[in-house]
C-alpha cells in the first residue's frame, strides 16, 4: 500500500469513526478504529527509510491533514451559519402557524384527520432589573486577570504582585527552499 493510500485510508477510518460514535454504533466504530490502527502501523513500517524520506512523508501527511482540518473548520462554520439561518425560519414559520390559527378562532381540522393547535407551557423566569442592588448571595461573579494589562505593566518595570511574565516556547516543524 503507497504512502497516499494510507493517508486516505486514516482519512476515511477518522470520519467513519466520527460517524459511527454519533449513531451510537460502537461495532463500526470499533471496526474503524481497528483498521485505523492497522494503517497507522503500515505507516509506521514504512518509516524504516531514511530520515530525510521519513521527514517528507511525515511533512506532506501533516500538510494535507493541514489542508483537510481548515477545510472541516470551513464546514463546521458553514453548517452553524446554515443552522442559525434555519432555526430563525422555523421560528418565523411556527409565528405564522400560530397565527393562522388564532385568526381561525382556535384549533384547525387539517388533512389525513390530522388537527393543528396552539400548545402552551407555564414556566417562571428570574428578570433582573438591577444587579447592583441584589444582596451577596443572589449575585455571582467571575474574577478573570487582564492579562494583557499584567505584561504591559511588567514589561514597563512595575512589580505586579500575584503574577509573572514566563517565557514560553512553541516549537514546530518548518521547511523551506535551500
Not at 29 to 45: N, Q, V, Y
Not at 52 to 65: Q, R
Amino acid at each position: 500500500m503507497e504512502l497516499h493510500e494510507l493517508f486516505a485510508t486514516i482519512e476515511h477510518c477518522e470520519v467513519a469513526l466520527h460517524n459511527a460514535t454519533e449513531a451510537g454504533d460502537d461495532e463500526r466504530a470499533a471496526d474503524a478504529t481497528t483498521i485505523m490502527g492497522e494503517a497507522m502501523e503500515r505507516l509506521e513500517a514504512l518509516f524504516s527509510t531514511e530520515l530525510p524520506d521519513k521527514l517528507e512523508a511525515l511533512l506532506a501527511f501533516t500538510d494535507e491533514s493541514k489542508a483537510q482540518q481548515d477545510v472541516a473548520k470551513a464546514k463546521a462554520a458553514e453548517w452553524r451559519d446554515i443552522a442559525g439561518r434555519r432555526a430563525s425560519r422555523i421560528e418565523r414559520l411556527q409565528r405564522m402557524a400560530m397565527d393562522l390559527i388564532d385568526a381561525h378562532g382556535g384549533p384547525v381540522d387539517m388533512a389525513g384527520g390530522r388537527r393543528a393547535h396552539i400548545r402552551e407551557r407555564r414556566s417562571e423566569v428570574v428578570e433582573v432589573d438591577d444587579v447592583d442592588v441584589l444582596a451577596g448571595g443572589y449575585v455571582r461573579l467571575t474574577k478573570a486577570a487582564n492579562k494583557a494589562a499584567i505584561k504591559a505593566a511588567i514589561k514597563a518595570g512595575q512589580t505586579v504582585p500575584g503574577a509573572r511574565l514566563v517565557e514560553s516556547v512553541s516549537r514546530s516543524v518548518g521547511v523551506r527552499d535551500r
